[in-house]
């Protein structure tokens, strides 16, 4: 396992605008391309120009393993739905890929590092809600990418 850190920050309120689909641990692969594909041709844009990107995923059912996937960006559109990041604590852990771009395996990881290792010795609860935030630096010489969880204290 690579050597994750885990930062806690402040995050002020952002609208995004974006795209649905309802997702499944199985599917998610072809699933975020699939919405990629469709977001990228209602913002009229190239695949990977739309920048910051964001691939948020809420809501996930540890039973059926569904959850709810909104692709989108900063870009304002009327064929696009409005999301609301609320203001609060996050988590971040930004990664790199583990062979080029291929960023799949990279995600699982820090995924599985945060939910089976940070989070339980944590002072923090998870809030059902995470998300992938590709900036300039994730297309750069020495890629990476931010993965965001929103948190709150334990009571």
Known sequence: MADLKVEILEIEEKNIYGLWLQSNDKTISKDINTLSMKYYNVVSCSKGTVLPYF???????????????????IIENN???NFILSAGKYAK???????GFIWGAAI???????YTKW?????YQALNL????????SKSKHPTVDIIFAIREKK
């Open 93 to 99: 852990i930004t990664i790199k890929p583990k062979r």
């Open 79 to 81: 064929d696009l739905k």
């Open 130 to 137: 995470e998300y992938e935030y590709h900036t300039e630096v």
């Open 119 to 123: 989070l339980p010795a944590s002072s």
């Open 55 to 73: 691939v948020l995923s809420r809501n996930y059912d540890e039973k059926t393993r569904n959850f709810e996937m909104f692709i989108g960006s």
């Open 108 to 114: 699982g990881e820090a995924k599985r590092y945060f």
